[in-house]
Protein backbone atom coordinates (compact mmCIF):
# COMPACT_ATOMS: atom_id res chain seq x y z
CA UNK A 1 0.00 0.00 0.00
CA UNK A 2 3.01 2.24 0.69
CA UNK A 3 3.64 2.50 -3.22
CA UNK A 4 0.29 2.61 -4.56
CA UNK A 5 0.24 5.63 -6.21
CA UNK A 6 3.53 4.85 -7.84
CA UNK A 7 2.47 1.80 -9.29
CA UNK A 8 0.24 3.96 -12.16
CA UNK A 9 3.15 6.37 -13.05
CA UNK A 10 6.06 5.22 -15.41
CA UNK A 11 7.26 1.60 -15.37
CA UNK A 12 10.66 1.81 -13.32
CA UNK A 13 10.39 5.41 -12.17
CA UNK A 14 11.31 5.79 -8.48
CA UNK A 15 8.80 6.68 -6.16
CA UNK A 16 8.77 10.85 -5.13
CA UNK A 17 10.21 11.21 -1.95
CA UNK A 18 7.61 12.55 0.79
CA UNK A 19 9.55 15.93 1.21
CA UNK A 20 9.23 16.16 -2.70
CA UNK A 21 5.74 15.78 -2.55
CA UNK A 22 5.33 18.28 0.10
CA UNK A 23 7.21 20.84 -1.64
CA UNK A 24 5.13 20.52 -5.24
CA UNK A 25 2.27 21.03 -3.16
CA UNK A 26 2.96 23.52 -0.80
CA UNK A 27 4.52 25.06 -4.50
CA UNK A 28 1.13 24.60 -6.72
CA UNK A 29 -0.91 26.14 -3.18
CA UNK A 30 1.30 29.19 -3.15
CA UNK A 31 0.82 29.94 -6.67
CA UNK A 32 -3.23 28.78 -7.86
CA UNK A 33 -6.23 29.04 -6.18
CA UNK A 34 -9.72 27.20 -6.43
CA UNK A 35 -12.60 28.69 -8.52
CA UNK A 36 -15.86 27.49 -6.98
CA UNK A 37 -17.90 28.95 -10.05
CA UNK A 38 -15.72 27.08 -12.30
CA UNK A 39 -14.81 23.95 -9.97
CA UNK A 40 -11.34 24.19 -10.94
CA UNK A 41 -7.96 25.40 -9.53
CA UNK A 42 -6.34 29.26 -11.70
CA UNK A 43 -3.40 30.88 -10.86
CA UNK A 44 -3.48 33.85 -8.16
CA UNK A 45 -3.46 37.00 -9.90
CA UNK A 46 -0.59 37.70 -9.13
CA UNK A 47 1.41 35.16 -9.84
CA UNK A 48 2.53 35.37 -13.36
CA UNK A 49 1.97 32.19 -16.30
CA UNK A 50 4.74 30.25 -17.14
CA UNK A 51 6.93 31.42 -19.69
CA UNK A 52 5.46 30.42 -23.52
CA UNK A 53 2.08 30.24 -21.93
CA UNK A 54 -0.34 31.92 -24.10
CA UNK A 55 -2.53 34.07 -22.02
CA UNK A 56 -6.49 33.68 -21.83
CA UNK A 57 -7.31 36.39 -24.02
CA UNK A 58 -4.93 34.82 -27.18
CA UNK A 59 -6.41 31.56 -26.34
CA UNK A 60 -10.21 32.89 -26.61
CA UNK A 61 -9.07 35.06 -30.00
CA UNK A 62 -7.89 31.59 -31.63
CA UNK A 63 -11.30 30.01 -30.71
CA UNK A 64 -12.87 32.81 -31.90
CA UNK A 65 -11.20 33.18 -35.17
CA UNK A 66 -12.32 29.52 -35.65
CA UNK A 67 -15.78 30.14 -35.09
CA UNK A 68 -15.45 32.70 -37.82
CA UNK A 69 -13.98 30.47 -40.25
CA UNK A 70 -16.31 27.09 -39.51
CA UNK A 71 -19.79 26.29 -39.42
CA UNK A 72 -21.10 23.14 -37.35
CA UNK A 73 -23.29 20.63 -39.33
CA UNK A 74 -25.66 18.99 -37.53
CA UNK A 75 -26.31 16.32 -40.16
CA UNK A 76 -22.48 15.10 -40.39
CA UNK A 77 -22.01 16.18 -36.86
CA UNK A 78 -18.21 18.18 -37.77
CA UNK A 79 -16.92 21.53 -38.33
CA UNK A 80 -17.18 22.78 -42.28
CA UNK A 81 -15.18 25.29 -43.07
CA UNK A 82 -17.19 27.96 -44.87
CA UNK A 83 -16.81 28.55 -48.60
CA UNK A 84 -17.24 32.47 -48.72
CA UNK A 85 -15.56 34.84 -46.38
CA UNK A 86 -15.50 34.67 -42.63
CA UNK A 87 -18.37 35.45 -40.58
CA UNK A 88 -18.33 38.02 -38.63
CA UNK A 89 -19.80 36.86 -34.56
CA UNK A 90 -20.92 40.51 -33.91
CA UNK A 91 -23.99 40.04 -36.48
CA UNK A 92 -24.43 36.85 -34.69
CA UNK A 93 -27.13 36.70 -31.98
CA UNK A 94 -25.39 35.73 -28.40
CA UNK A 95 -27.40 32.44 -28.38
CA UNK A 96 -25.83 31.73 -31.65
CA UNK A 97 -22.55 32.59 -30.66
CA UNK A 98 -23.02 30.86 -27.23
CA UNK A 99 -24.10 27.87 -28.91
CA UNK A 100 -21.34 27.49 -31.05
CA UNK A 101 -19.05 28.19 -28.61
CA UNK A 102 -19.92 25.44 -26.43
CA UNK A 103 -19.99 22.95 -29.61
CA UNK A 104 -16.20 23.97 -29.65
CA UNK A 105 -15.46 23.47 -26.65
CA UNK A 106 -16.99 19.98 -27.07
CA UNK A 107 -15.04 18.83 -30.46
CA UNK A 108 -11.67 20.61 -28.95
CA UNK A 109 -9.43 21.02 -26.50
CA UNK A 110 -6.43 23.52 -25.55
CA UNK A 111 -3.19 21.51 -25.82
CA UNK A 112 -1.05 23.45 -23.22
CA UNK A 113 2.61 21.58 -25.02
CA UNK A 114 1.17 22.51 -28.07
CA UNK A 115 0.03 25.96 -27.65
CA UNK A 116 -2.85 25.42 -30.14
CA UNK A 117 -6.85 23.82 -30.10
CA UNK A 118 -6.67 19.95 -30.92
CA UNK A 119 -9.42 18.45 -32.39
CA UNK A 120 -11.08 15.55 -29.58
CA UNK A 121 -11.67 12.37 -31.91
CA UNK A 122 -14.74 10.92 -31.64
CA UNK A 123 -15.27 7.97 -29.90
CA UNK A 124 -16.98 4.91 -32.01
CA UNK A 125 -20.48 4.24 -30.60
CA UNK A 126 -21.03 1.34 -28.22
CA UNK A 127 -22.34 -1.97 -29.43
CA UNK A 128 -25.81 -2.74 -28.31
CA UNK A 129 -25.95 -6.10 -27.00
Known amino acids: MA ?7 AAGAAPMAREQVKM ?7 THR ?9 LKS ?5 AGMKSRVEIKAERDEFLRNHRWDPVSENWMPLAKAPRDLGKM ?3 QVKSEALQFT ?6 DDKSAWVEITPRPPKAKK
Open 106 to 111: RTHRWE
Open 24 to 30: ERDEFMR
Open 93 to 95: SRA
Open 34 to 42: WDPINDNWV
Open 46 to 50: EVEAP
Open 3 to 9: NAQAAGG
